[in-house]
């Protein structure tokens, strides 16, 4: 039997781990959204006065994604966000984030990439039940470019892989997903 201070503890508790998860599925899907080119995903991430810091560019958080979108476009063919290292200090409805994250975008030309790394480091809070970002102010502790060339070659090419699409024709957003879908994009 459970008592009332059991039952408070595993409250709590269980309480702490909703929060953890629904702010690590925030950022995670900030990130997805960018790599998707979704500004639904990415906009969803900020509260409506929200504020992004990404070096000299400052956005709102509901402007972030255009920015984003076309800062990326004009630089490179694909990209993919990855997040790390994850610390969260939680207080009531605010918390603060840091999340390292490794950001690889293939150049235009096919055959280079960069290769960034640096953290995001943010404050989110709750309201209305939801934990969004109020806050995103992001690092570059890192970054060098890399021979990305091997994606041209014939060997590769047959090998026949997806490549995710920058939009919603990406497999990750077919339900169900099967082998039936075709794939929007193949090396």
């Known amino acids: 039997m459970v008592n009332g201070k059991d039952l408070e503890a595993l409250q709590r508790d269980v309480r702490y781990l909703m929060d953890r998860t629904e702010i690590l ?61 994850h610390t969260c200090d939680i207080d009531g409805d605010t918390a603060h984030a840091e999340s390292y994250v490794l950001v690889v975008l293939l150049g235009l030309d096919g055959r280079s990439a960069q290769v960034i790394a640096g953290r995001y480091l943010d404050r989110l809070e709750r309201r209305d039940g939801r934990w969004r970002i109020a806050v995103r102010r992001s690092t570059v502790e890192t ?12 060997f590769f090419k047959k090998a026949g892989y997806l490549v995710g699409t920058r939009d919603e024709s990406d497999l990750s957003y077919q339900r169900p997903l099967s082998m039936e879908t075709p794939a929007p994009e193949r090396w």
């Open 143 to 154: 970054m060098f470019g890399a021979d990305a060339s091997v994606l041209q070659s014939s």
């Open 25 to 85: 599925d925030c950022i995670a899907g900030h990130a997805r959204g960018c790599d998707r080119h979704d500004p639904d995903l990415v906009t969803a991430a900020y509260h409506h006065d929200g504020i992004d810091e990404h070096g000299a560019a400052v956005n709102p958080g509901p402007g972030y994604a255009e920015w984003a979108n076309r800062t990326h476009a004009e630089t490179s063919l694909v990209h993919t966000h990855h997040v790390t290292t």
